[in-house]
């Protein structure tokens, strides 16, 4: 139902496995998808991606058939924050997470894509959130998450209008930093894309996302401020640093000759 899979180059991809369903999120796979979280966490790694199996679907939203059961407003508020609650922790994992879109991205599909930090896609990816078609809000955290992301006006025209955006679009609004080109294996892409964050080391993309996070949730200035140079000086005086500097200098110093 989910696949876990650590790479050499300090990535982990968790595969979300129910492509006969369009990888539809039912309680189980987000149970599956919140404890491998909290398994995973203090793993050493530069960064997480999430992406759905085949390609068709990143993800179709909650499961519509498992869904049905819910006919309260007590039960429809416990599964509301039963699934952000899970969505949270990507939201706060400590490396950046990165959603690549293999397929549409729909309802709280769309809301699981922006609760990571970044999101790539293939070309024939559609986002939408479809949950006003539905006669529903949205449910996990994507709302704000849109609002936030692309401004008031845009946000609630793709939730007023449950408007479906090709990939070139999403990315033109800015809710997708990078799409496939043609012709491009899925897989090519998207290693080519996290290549550019493995380089990194785990500590300096944990300071990252820390601040990421901060921004996220709009965390008061002396606190960002403060996290800031507490993971400033733990890099500066870790070895790795040092190295690096060596490096660098060492390069310079062929320059100089
Ligand atoms: C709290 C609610 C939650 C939220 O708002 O946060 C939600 O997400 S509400 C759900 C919003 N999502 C949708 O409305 C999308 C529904 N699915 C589709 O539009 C299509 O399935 C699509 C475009 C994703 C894929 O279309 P395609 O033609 O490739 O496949 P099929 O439609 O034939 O689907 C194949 C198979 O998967 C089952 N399926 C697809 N999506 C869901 C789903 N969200 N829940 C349950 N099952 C889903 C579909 O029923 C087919 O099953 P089969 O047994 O083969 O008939």
Not at 79 to 104: Q, T, Y
Not at 112 to 133: P, S, T
């Amino acid at each position: 139902m989910l696949v876990a899979k650590t790479h050499k180059s300090g990535v982990v991809t968790l595969t979300l496995c129910r492509a006969a369903k369009r990888n539809a999120l039912s309680g189980a796979l987000i149970e599956a998808l919140g404890t491998r979280l909290d398994a995973t966490r203090d793993e050493d790694m530069a960064v997480l991606v999430v992406r759905g199996d085949g390609d068709r679907a990143f993800a179709s939203g909650g499961d519509l058939d498992e869904l049905s059961a819910i006919r309260t407003v007590e039960a429809a508020a416990d599964m509301s924050h039963r699934f952000r609650a899970v969505l949270e922790k990507l939201r706060s994992f400590p490396v950046p997470v990165i959603a690549a879109l293999n397929g549409d991205a729909f309802g709280g599909g769309a809301e699981l894509a922006m609760a990571c930090d970044l999101r790539i896609a293939a070309g024939h990816a559609r986002i939408g959130f479809l949950q006003g078609k539905l006669a529903i809000s949205t449910a996990w955290g994507g709302g704000p998450d849109l609002f936030a992301a692309l401004g008031i006006s845009r946000a609630l025209r793709l939730l007023g209008r449950a408007e479906i955006l090709s990939a070139p679009c999403a990315r033109e609004w800015g809710l997708l930093d990078a799409v496939a080109d043609d012709g491009q294996p899925f897989e090519a892409f998207v290693d080519a894309y996290v290549a550019g964050f493995s380089e990194r080391t785990p500590d300096v993309m944990r300071a990252f996302k820390a601040l990421a996070h901060a921004a996220r949730i709009g965390a008061p200035r002396d606190a960002a401020l403060a996290l800031e140079t507490k993971h400033f000086a733990r890099t500066w005086a870790d070895d790795a640093h040092w190295a690096a500097v060596e490096a660098s200098l060492g390069r310079a110093g062929k320059v100089q000759e």
